[in-house]
């Protein structure tokens, strides 16, 4: 359970520090709401 926590709070980092890099406000809404989609549907199969 500790190395799942980790890996997301890992990958929670990364995508904060896109968000300095891309300053398009819709391109990183639309970014976040595909990894969503595709987080979802990889947690269910």
Known sequence: M???IGF???WIA???VLTFLIKI???ELIIIALLVIIGYNL???
């Open 25 to 27: 406000i819709w391109l």
């Open 43 to 45: 947690f269910n199969c």
């Open 14 to 16: 990364v995508g904060m």
């Open 2 to 4: 500790r190395r799942l």
């Open 8 to 10: 997301a709070m890992f």
